[in-house]
């Protein structure tokens, strides 16, 4: 089983992301009704909510992050994180292996 990364982007939007650190548990929830992107997986942090989004976008996914298309059908409708990186670019969080459907990649 890989490892899987996902990027967090649109921090700006919300909260920024100055409060985000190393092995903080972060939870995503997919949003099959957002109109712009069918595949969007919002960012949530306990206290505060929707903190951002799973990149999608070849522009904004890092490294070898999954894009939120690609994550989508590999978790159900929810999954748990933990920040790895923060960079000026987005905050790179690993996927919990019981988050992911059948464990494997």
Known sequence: MEK???TVTGTRHYFGSEFLEKD?????????DNEYDKEAIQVLCEGLGKI?????SPYTVLGESF?????YDKIGESA????????????????????LLDNKI
């Not at 951002?52 to 999608?56: I, K, P, R």
């Not at 894009?67 to 994550?71: E, H, K, Y």
């Open 4 to 6: 899987v990364f996902i």
């Open 24 to 32: 903080m548990k972060l939870f995503l929830e997919k949003e099959p």
């Open 52 to 56: 951002g989004y799973v990149a999608n």
């Open 67 to 71: 894009s939120a298309g690609r994550l």
């Open 80 to 99: 748990v994180v933990k920040v790895v990186y923060k960079t000026d670019c987005g905050i790179v969080c690993k996927v919990s292996k019981k988050s």
